[in-house]
């Protein structure tokens, strides 16, 4: 045998191709059939469907951002909802800042709820949250900083597994509590709502709804295409090695603390961006979202889609918020939570690859048996530990 | 730790089988008196020894003789409670070093259970192992080399496993994942080797194979260091054998010379 020229792996694969193909679609069809059809038309897509669509578009971005983690590094962190809540948070005091004096109590640069608590003066935090680019660079930073410092602390400590998780939840419940308090200057209880204008756009309107819709599909096919371009490099391989024998990374002379270091805050970046589009298509963001149920539910997305497999992650963010909508607005609606975990437990036992994973596994037998006789399905993570 | 004198190898040589005493300087492995306490019970008890640069070296003993707390001393999974460890000729204190940085001065391991990337091909696995950058953000833009490729292509030679480079790790064989891993090790291009039972579970055909890699590795310049239970294994790799025994080296010389010794065939080998 020749030297062989091992090529890289694709950055887009056939499956990448057709999720990008869908996403593509959709930034044309649901714009046009929004804007573009009379409202009694048969094809119209209601502004609320439009808002709902993108509402699944940041959590799929989100789902991802665990899948990063979960799937290629083995970090299962149950409280990946604190970094999406952050970028929300920061969304939303650039949206609070934006009312101005169209408030309840009109105040020109206090938000109601600190005229109501009686303040006099706008805390510092909220300082520079009237310029976009600096709650666009908040977005980014608030979630990214506090995955550095967790991460730093934890990876360098070697804390892993489920001990891992169980410190990730504390994390978002500590700041579920933090952020409930009205003392702390972000809405307490209520949150942050009432918005009426992004960079000057009334954030009610048709083509604002649509210009979010689009932004949250770009964003998703970005951090789709990021991740894959992550997990293929050098970076990515170390990554799903240290997923499988973390022990062996360090003997061979990885940091291992340092390449999840680095994923982690990555990831929390992307939620962050997931979370700062969700707020104004949502029209709300309040301390609700750090509670560890919402970050458990990413787990089961990601584990219907499909764990290590990134397109598979956004398909079940979408399926699993499908059927939550639709089974929460009719008489299951009770038994919604019991169906979820019912959902987790099935596929667990039964699909442990989860949607995509189960397909790929499929078509590489298929492919096997095809072409060349004894190959081995294609490479696929482990099942779930 | 004053001056060099102190460290020379206290030990007796072993009724004058063993090599002449070995000063810190000359040696690439220095260990001196060295201990390890787990929870009272001495795995390492005043062990020391010193392997030479370019010294291929067989250890053996019985099951608890701290074989593999031996090995975790070095590669510093384990901290020695006293004692020094020392590599390349005195200039590097191992105790206050972690796993990490060991690797990078050129120690390498292999486990007593096979460790290799089982999700990634073998290729995958050797790329990994592959000396070079190890910096977590450079490693995300990073291209092969040509001269990586051609590296990686003589190691697939040399472990015999050119055919299954597709192949994924977890796929491979007992004996071919012992390979691989053998086959990392000299990726990382590592001064010393440390094998722990490099032919546990291996057919008679592949355990003779695998002396030959370890003989043709240590005539590549490799030092190393093999742990091992099989006897004949041991004979085909034609070295310098040191029998431990509860923490500290019972016997040191030809295989023929330690499996005559007295205490080595009463806690070892049997009558």
């Known amino acids: ?385 | 730790m004053s001056d060099t004198e102190t460290l020379v190898r206290d030990i007796e040589p072993d009724d004058g089988l063993g090599a002449a005493k070995k000063t810190l300087t000359e040696a690439l492995l220095y260990l001196n008196a060295v201990t390890v306490t787990f929870d009272g019970f001495r795995a390492l008890n005043e062990l020391s020894f010193t392997v030479d640069p370019g010294e291929m070296r067989a250890i053996i003993g019985p099951n608890g003789a701290g074989k593999t707390t031996m090995m975790d001393v070095i590669t510093g999974k384990t901290r020695p409670d006293k004692g020094d460890v020392f590599f390349n000729g005195g200039t590097t204190d191992l105790t206050r070093l972690d796993e990490t940085e060991i690797a990078t001065l050129g120690i390498g391991r292999k486990f007593q259970k096979p460790t290799v990337f089982e999700s990634h091909t073998v290729l995958d696995n050797l790329r990994l192992a592959l000396k070079g950058q190890r910096s977590a953000l450079p490693n995300i833009f990073r291209r092969e080399t040509a001269a990586e490729r051609e590296c990686i292509d003589a190691i697939f030679e040399t472990i015999r496993l050119t055919e299954h480079r597709d192949r994924l790790g977890g796929a491979l064989s007992h004996g071919q994942k012992q390979w691989l891993e053998i086959g990392m090790l000299l990726a990382q291009d590592p001064k010393l080797l440390l094998v722990d039972e490099p032919v546990a579970g291996m057919t008679d055909a592949e355990t003779a194979q695998t002396a030959e890699l370890l003989r043709e590795i240590n005539a590549n310049g490799h030092s190393v260091v093999v742990v091992e239970h099989d006897m004949t294994f041991v004979r085909d790799l034609g070295v310098r054998v040191m029998c431990l025994h509860e923490g500290s080296v019972l016997a040191e010389g030809t295989l023929d010379q330690v499996s005559a010794n007295e205490r080595v065939i009463e806690v070892y080998l049997g009558r």
């Open chain 1, 1 to 385: 045998m020749s030297t062989s020229e091992t090529r890289p792996p694709a950055l887009l694969t056939t499956s990448g191709l057709v999720f990008l193909g869908v996403l593509g679609a959709a930034v044309v069809l649901v714009p046009a059939l929004n804007l573009l059809t009379a409202p009694d038309s048969a094809l119209h897509v209601p502004t609320y469907v439009v808002s709902l669509l993108g509402k699944y578009l940041t959590y799929a971005l989100l789902a991802l951002s665990v899948d990063l983690i979960w799937g290629y590094v083995g970090i299962l962190s149950l409280g990946h909802g604190a970094f999406f809540a952050l970028g929300g948070y920061a969304m939303g005091m650039y949206l609070m800042r934006q009312i101005g004096p169209r408030g309840v109590y009109g105040d020109p640069v206090l938000p109601d709820f600190m005229v109501f608590l009686n303040w006099k003066e706008l805390p510092w935090f909220w300082y520079g949250f009237d310029l976009f680019p600096f709650a666009a660079l908040m977005v980014l930073l608030a979630p990214g900083i506090l995955a550095l410092v967790f991460g730093w602390f934890a990876f360098r400590s070697r804390v892993t597994g489920v001990y891992l998780s169980i410190i990730t939840q504390a994390m978002t419940f500590a700041l579920l509590l933090a952020f409930f308090r009205n003392d702390m200057g972000f809405g307490g209880n209520n949150g942050l709502t009432d918005f009426k204008d992004i960079l000057g756009f009334n954030i009610q309107a048709d083509g604002t709804r649509v210009v979010l819709f689009v932004l949250s599909a770009v964003a998703l096919g970005l951090g789709y295409v990021l991740c894959r371009f992550l997990v293929r490099s050098h970076f990515g391989k170390v990554l799903v090695a240290i997923r499988d024998a973390e022990t062996r990374v360090r003997f061979t002379g990885y940091r291992a603390e340092n390449y999840k270091l680095v994923a982690f805050v990555v990831s929390a970046m992307l939620a962050g961006i997931a979370g700062a589009l969700y707020v104004p298509q949502v029209g709300i963001i309040n301390p609700s979202e750090f509670s560890p149920a919402n970050s458990i539910e990413i787990i089961v997305w990601v584990a219907v889609g499909g764990r290590g497999t990134l397109v598979g992650a956004a398909l079940g963010a979408v399926l699993v918020n499908y059927a939550k909508t639709y089974f929460t607005s009719g008489l299951l609606a009770p038994y919604w939570l019991f169906m979820l975990g019912g959902l987790f437990v099935a596929v667990t036992l039964f699909l442990p690859k989860g949607i995509v994973g189960t397909f790929y596994d499929w078509r590489a037998r298929r492919r096997a048996s095809d072409d060349i006789p004894g190959a081995e399905p294609a490479a696929a993570p482990k099942p779930a530990e």
